[in-house]
């Protein structure tokens, strides 16, 4: 591509603005500094545990009410009803109820402690050349045309890719921005504080297993309780049974008050799985035929099996962050391009991050990046 005088002005002054970006691992020159883990300036609002290993939102106060109350009543579910229904029924429900309980627990922390698909923000580079392809688009005028978005078709149906001003990226297809943890994440279902994580593509399948199993569990543990304290009114009658298992009234109550939750919840999102819907999309109402009849959900396999499949057993793609790897301390932090990303928009990352490490070696010109941003120049 050949570039004017003022574009190649126009080029400085992006670099420039780009490099100007105060971020700590810039410190071209410091080369002795010891080497920090990306997960230790990573940008979003997250909490990292075990060395990056675990992460986590920020706000994770319900998330432990969660596994309190999963804990304390199965707790209290194993040790006064399991020993007395093992004895006058059948020892399968402890290992029922265990291998449950330990599946629930699996998929919640599964769930909970993962990536749930965090897209890289761009690099300044990145994001100074897909500042420099959206004024080439739209004519350079000088002055920022508001909307900033693309348009593409996805098996017949147009979507459009909005520009994140966070991340300094054009949002995937189904991509959104969790406000919560300021990240923007791939096939973003919805933030569940419960769960103390966004809901997206690289735990989706972990969530709606952990509530269909919690359904079952919920369900289960409500009705042997039941059981429990029908035998034991059957021997001593109905309050001396209840005082001899107090334990079991506070299990009956939790189980009440969370099953029809928990279950509907479910139905929910088998709901949204069978039609390759998401929560975001369904509560934007994105492919309800109220906006057109020509309004379809291009993504669904036209097929409930397919869907439900795809959903549940497609192949799970790897974290794009790269929490664990370590910062280069003489190059800015850069996105793993090669873990098979489409950037949409933000491509070139190699090639621009080059042009610009050449770039920032000749002195800075006089233009400052507070004028650019005050008179719209060109
Ligand atoms: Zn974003
Ligand atoms: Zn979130």
């Known amino acids: ?168 990226i054009f949002r995937p297809p189904r991509a959104s921005h969790c406000s919560l943890c300021d990240n923007c994440v791939e096939r973003f279902d919805h933030h569940c504080p419960w769960v103390g994580n966004c809901v997206g593509r690289r735990n989706y399948r ?27 009114s059957h021997q001593s009658g109905f309050l001396s049974a209840l005082k001899g298992s107090p334990a079991s009234v506070l299990e009956v109550v939790v189980c009440f008050f969370s099953v029809w939750s928990i279950v509907g919840l479910s139905g929910f999102h088998t709901y949204l799985i069978s039609s390759n819907q998401t929560t975001n999309e369904d509560i934007k109402g994105s492919w309800s035929s109220k906006r057109g009849k020509d309004n379809y959900n291009p993504y669904s396999y036209g097929n409930i099996f397919t869907n439900c499949f795809a959903a549940l057993c497609g192949p799970l793609p790897p974290s794009l962050i790269d929490r664990r790897g370590f910062i280069q301390s003489d190059t800015p932090q850069l996105a793993p391009s090669t ?21 920032t070696e000749r002195p800075p010109p006089p233009l400052s990046s507070s004028s650019r941003a005050a008179s719209p120049s060109s």
Not at 87 to 114: D, E, K, Y
Not at 139 to 147: D, E
Not at 206 to 232: K, Q
């Open 1 to 168: 591509m050949h570039l004017g005088v003022s574009e190649s002005m126009r080029e400085c002054e992006y670099s420039q603005i780009s490099t100007r970006s105060s971020t700590p691992m810039e410190t071209p020159y410091k080369k002795r500094t010891p080497k920090k883990k990306k997960w230790e300036s990573f940008p979003g609002r997250n909490k990292f545990y075990c060395d990056g290993r675990i992460m986590m939102a920020k706000q994770t106060g319900v998330f432990y009410l969660t596994l309190v109350l999963i804990l304390v009543t199965c707790g209290l579910f194993f040790t006064f009803d399991c020993p007395y229904l093992a004895l006058q029924l059948t020892p399968a429900i402890p290992v029922i109820g265990g291998a449950l309980f330990l599946f629930v627990l699996g998929t919640l922390l599964r769930t909970s402690f993962s990536d749930p698909g965090v897209l890289p923000r761009a690099t300044p580079d990145e994001a100074a050349d897909l500042e420099r392809q959206i004024d080439v688009a739209n004519g350079s005028t000088g002055y920022r045309p508001p909307p900033r978005t693309k348009e593409v078709v996805i098996n017949g149906q147009t979507v459009k890719l909005k520009y994140c001003f966070t991340c300094k």
């Open 206 to 232: 972990f969530f709606y297993m952990f509530i269909l199993s919690l359904s079952f569990l919920t369900i289960f543990i409500f009705a042997f309780v039941i059981t429990h304290i029908i035998l034991r």
């Open 339 to 359: 873990n098979g990303i489409t950037m949409y928009g933000a491509t070139q990352s190699q090639q621009s991050h080059m042009v610009s490490e050449i770039e």
